[in-house]
Every structure is written in structure tokens, then in C-alpha cells.
């Protein structure tokens, strides 16, 4: 049965930090972390090669988002510094056993866990 669950989300000021942590019940390939607006597409943040620890963000991160994982616990996590307003959204940890180049085609993820909401004021 496979099972993504996140944990972590909340609300921080413009500025401040928080990490968003998912815990899967097998190891996929790729994993990434995505986040959605209400009336956006929902876009993808960043990912990371589960055999290599590779990882991928997306320009609006760089610099301050960080991919990690535990392959012990089967954990994935997302730290988040100097979160902007923009930063506001609905993130969702993603799982798939297809390869794609720096994990980042994101139409290959397919489970998904039901997403935590992080605000940034």
C-alpha cells in the first residue's frame, strides 16, 4: 500500500523558516515537492534523485529551499528560509519509480500525499 504523509506546513512570517517533512511507506525513484495556489496550475518546487540524492529547484527556490533525505526512515523533507508571501500554498510531497532527467518531468509523479498548508505573512 503505498502512502505519502506530510508534516510541517504552517504559518510563518515573511522571513522566517519552516520545514515540511513527508514520510513514504517505500522508495520510489524521485521524489519532489510541488505546491498549488486555489485557481493555479500546481507547479513544481524542486525534486531529488532518490539513488543518487541529485537534486532539482525550480528558479523562485534556489538558493532558499533545501531537498533532503533520509533513506533510513524513507523520509523526504523540504526546508524553507526566507519564505516570501509567495511562498503561500497548498505543498504536496510526490513519489514515482519513473526516471526523468533531474527527476523534474513532473507529469511522470504519480502519488501523491494530501498536502499541507503553509502561509507566509
Known amino acids: 500500500h503505498v502512502q505519502l504523509v506530510e508534516s510541517g506546513g504552517g504559518s510563518v512570517q515573511a522571513g522566517g523558516s519552516l520545514r515540511l517533512t513527508c514520510t513514504l511507506t517505500?522508495?520510489?525513484?524521485?521524489m519532489a515537492w510541488f505546491r498549488q495556489v486555489p485557481g493555479k496550475e500546481r507547479e513544481g518546487v524542486g525534486s531529488i534523485y532518490t539513488a543518487g540524492g541529485y537534486t532539482y529547484y525550480t528558479d523562485s527556490v534556489k538558493g532558499r529551499f533545501t531537498i533532503s533525505q533520509d533513506n533510513a526512515r524513507n523520509t523526504l523533507s523540504l526546508q524553507m528560509n526566507s519564505l516570501k508571501p509567495e511562498d503561500t500554498a497548498m505543498y504536496y510531497c510526490a513519489a514515482t519509480m519513473n526516471v526523468s532527467p533531474e527527476c523534474a518531468n513532473w507529469g511522470t509523479y504519480d502519488h501523491w500525499g494530501q498536502g499541507t498548508q503553509v502561509t507566509v505573512s
Open positions: 517505500y522508495r520510489p525513484a524521485c
